[in-house]
């Protein structure tokens, strides 16, 4: 992990921050082609957050015996890579949000994640700057992911720090009535699994990815 | 264990998971869900995974999670002995005394080995 930021990466923060402030596109907009750059498409957890919202009885499962539900979309987190010893440790926490609650999962000691199901963590997730500051101003920075809860909202930061690792279980949004699991499993993206986003009807990360018309265009 | 083994997690870990390979190891639980905890402020001269922002910060026990030798001993490929572990939930405000008022309902949890808590 790299500790300091580079030159590139100061030059990519101060353009992005520029674009932002002049409306080319906003914070959200960044976040979602971030996602969409790092090729992640519907994993297991998404499957498993789907399959909850159809079936309670499956739900409560996960809530109570995360790495038995795991079975129930194809991941053994005994035996993840189908070969050899556990990758990891083998003690799943579902987060479940409501309407008032809503968690959002850091390791402000290394970077732990629930790899079995989540596939490797975003680069951002593994940065000082993110595990630092969450803890400490989770709405500023959830802010700058495009996200932004109003106060009657308990945001509950999870510090992955031992040997638990955690999924977020978002509220199905509004609009996905009569949705099939594979309609609801394909708009819980990484980034919601995470608690940095919340997922949305026509928001996920393996449509053509929307071409952004700048709302200044410049004169050539 | 007079060598540093880096393979006891592969051994004693396959088919079964860690840390479910350390099930039923650590006796009976000392602190129960509900119960308000302090964290307590012990010397860390070499390996931790205990923060330093919720030293001394007063929650209360949310979920009793597992048994587990303590990662101070686990760093050292000492696992003979085993602690219970338990996810703190803090008020927010308790933790940074300059966290907004406006969210007085933002809480924070994380993970404790038994020898960092006393019961308040």
């Known amino acids: 992990m790299v500790e300091e930021v580079s030159d590139f990466e100061a030059l990519e923060i101060a353009v992005r921050e520029l674009a932002i402030e002049k409306g080319l596109f906003t914070a959200e907009d960044h976040r979602r082609f971030t996602e969409f750059a790092e090729h992640i498409g519907p994993t297991p957890a998404a499957r498993m957050v789907a399959k909850a919202w159809l079936d309670p009885e499956y739900k409560k499962q996960c809530l109570t015996d995360a790495i038995k539900a795991s079975l129930a979309v194809g991941v053994d987190w005994l035996n993840p890579t189908g070969f050899g010893t556990p990758s990891d440790y083998t003690d799943l926490r579902v987060l479940e949000d409501t309407p008032t609650l809503h968690h959002v999962v850091v390791c402000t000691l290394c970077s732990c994640y629930p790899r079995p199901i989540l596939g490797f963590q975003p680069e951002w997730y593994r940065t000082p700057n993110y595990r630092r500051r969450l803890v400490r101003w989770p709405r500023p920075v959830l802010a700058e992911f495009g996200l932004q809860l109003p106060p009657e909202v308990e945001i509950r930061v999870e510090d992955s720090n031992q040997k638990c690792r955690f999924i977020v279980m978002p509220v199905r949004p509004a609009g996905t009535e009569g949705w099939t699991e594979d309609q609801l499993t394909e708009i819980v993206t990484r980034d919601c699994l995470i608690g940095v986003a919340l997922p949305k009807p026509g928001m996920t990360t393996n449509i053509p990815l929307p071409v952004h018309k700048p709302a200044k265009p410049g004169h050539h | ?120």
């Open chain 2, 1 to 120: 264990m007079s060598q540093h083994d880096r393979t006891h997690h592969a051994t004693i870990a396959t088919g079964k998971g860690d840390p479910q390979c350390f099930k039923g190891t650590a006796g009976p639980a000392k602190f129960k869900v509900g119960q308000t905890v302090r964290i307590k402020d012990l010397p860390d001269v070499f390996y931790t995974r205990c923060q330093v922002y919720t030293r001394g910060a007063v929650g209360e026990v949310a979920v009793v999670t597992h048994e587990s030798p303590a990662p101070e001993d686990e760093a050292w490929g000492h696992v003979d002995h085993s602690e219970w572990f338990y996810i703190v939930r803090f008020k927010q405000k308790d933790l940074w005394p300059e966290y907004p008022a406006a969210f007085a309902n933002d809480t924070l949890q994380t993970e404790f080995s038994e020898r960092w808590l006393e019961a308040v």
